[in-house]
């Protein structure tokens, strides 16, 4: 069943203060934020940011996937991807169950390669080849280990296993079912040990405080990114390419948290610290540690903070410089097009908005469907207009509102 427009993370953000007997101005003053910007949102007439929702989760004491409508069932049911959950749930919980006697590993080699094929589909957003492959090559994985003796191929197997977790976890978190995303996460950190390294611990650092951020623990956040870099300098080449590009994304996580901070002064200082790993690697890396970072990265991030700090005109102004080179992940290209879609609607600037969002559609068309805040501008434009234009209508009505 389609999503009416009048049902919103806004509308039920207004649901659920009234279940806690909060007015708007008491919600505001306890999430910190301003109370009509809050009236704007609970109509529909603005869209509600990821800052704002865990904000307001936070005191609403909610998790924010419910304050988003996610999962979005419908649009699962429709792409054939709600099937896909509950066997991603079971082979996630092999992992301490030792061989499998009906699975007979390939050689690592190969399961190696199924890996990083599975890692480059995560990338370009292609959920359902993802979830169709990942459970058997998490039982596959699971079994090799259990059968390998220690040594190189044993860690070689422990690093891919360890990817395929970071896979369930992009692929849980993106679809909405963030418990199991948290719960990949804590598989991914075990492997990585397994492994042996200290990139890939970090790296996993990185994807947590993404989780924190998602709550509104902007500290929380920060302390585990301090860690991942601990981590980084732990590593055998600590000024190699994949430290500098795993430090450098730390440095852009940094950045954001920092934003959804307001502190503008500490974002500053993250993305120089980001700009001159970039600089020091001196091309962009999208497969190093499945990073993408490099300097294509930094501007977008640059853009994305100015978005979050509210510089929306400063945004604007810096996306000119923003050009995706050839074989860019459509992930990363994809979110930047979103924000876009978000800062011209704030800006009042509805065509423009429009175009963002059609062209997130267009880059990473599976990202775009399932992306809460795609769906929140979109409602917001089409409740701003007396008729919605047959696009934004079509739109709409993709994204399944």
């Avoid at 600037?349 to 501008?377: D, F, I």
Wanted: with cysteine.
């Amino acid at each position: 069943m389609a999503q009416r427009i009048d049902e919103h993370t806004g509308a039920r953000i207004a649901d659920y203060r009234k279940i806690r007997q909060l007015s708007q101005t008491a919600l505001a003053q306890r999430a910190f934020i301003n109370r009509s910007t809050l009236a704007k949102i609970e109509s529909g007439l603005s869209p509600a940011t990821p800052t704002l929702v865990a904000a307001v989760a936070r005191v609403l004491q909610v998790d924010v996937a419910v304050l988003n409508g996610q999962p979005y069932l419908s649009e699962m049911q429709q792409d054939h991807l709600d099937k896909l959950i509950s066997p991603l749930s079971d082979a996630l919980d092999l992992y301490d169950l030792g061989p499998d006697p009906d699975i007979v590993p390939r050689p690592v080699d190969r399961i190696v390669a199924d890996v990083d094929a599975l890692c480059e589909g995560t990338c370009a957003t292609e959920y359902k080849d993802i979830g169709t492959k990942l459970p058997g090559l998490l039982g596959e994985l699971t079994t090799a280990l259990s059968l390998l003796p220690p040594g190189q191929q044993q860690r070689r197997a422990s690093t891919s296993l360890s990817w395929c977790y970071w896979v369930s976890y992009e692929f849980a978190y993106h679809l909405g079912y963030h418990q199991l995303a948290s719960i990949a996460l804590e598989r991914m950190g075990w492997m990585a040990e397994q492994a042996q390294d200290p990139l890939l611990l970090a790296i996993r650092l990185s994807k947590r405080s993404s989780m924190l951020l998602r709550r509104g623990n902007n500290r929380m956040s920060l302390k585990v990114i301090e860690r991942g870099h601990r981590l980084v300098e732990q590593c055998d080449e600590p000024r190699s390419v994949p430290a500098l590009a795993v430090a450098g994304s730390l440095h852009l996580a940094s950045a954001i948290a920092a934003a959804q901070a307001k502190n503008g002064d500490n974002v500053k200082g993250y993305m120089e610290l980001a700009r001159k790993a970039a600089e020091e690697i001196g091309r962009d890396v999208p497969t190093v540690y499945w990073t993408s970072f490099g300097r294509t990265n930094v501007i977008h991030f640059d853009v994305a903070t100015r978005v979050e700090l509210g510089k929306l005109g400063e945004a604007v102004k810096e996306a000119k410089a923003l050009h995706f080179p050839p074989g860019h992940p459509k992930i990363r290209m994809g979110r930047y097009y979103i924000e876009m879609g978000r800062a011209y609607a704030e800006m009042g600037r509805g065509a423009a908005a429009e175009r963002s969002l059609r062209r997130a559609r267009q880059v990473a068309p599976q990202q775009a469907r399932y992306h809460p805040l795609m769906r929140e501008t979109i409602g917001t434009l089409v409740r701003r207009q007396r008729r919605a234009s047959d696009s934004l209508a079509s739109m709409a009505a993709w994204v399944g509102m």
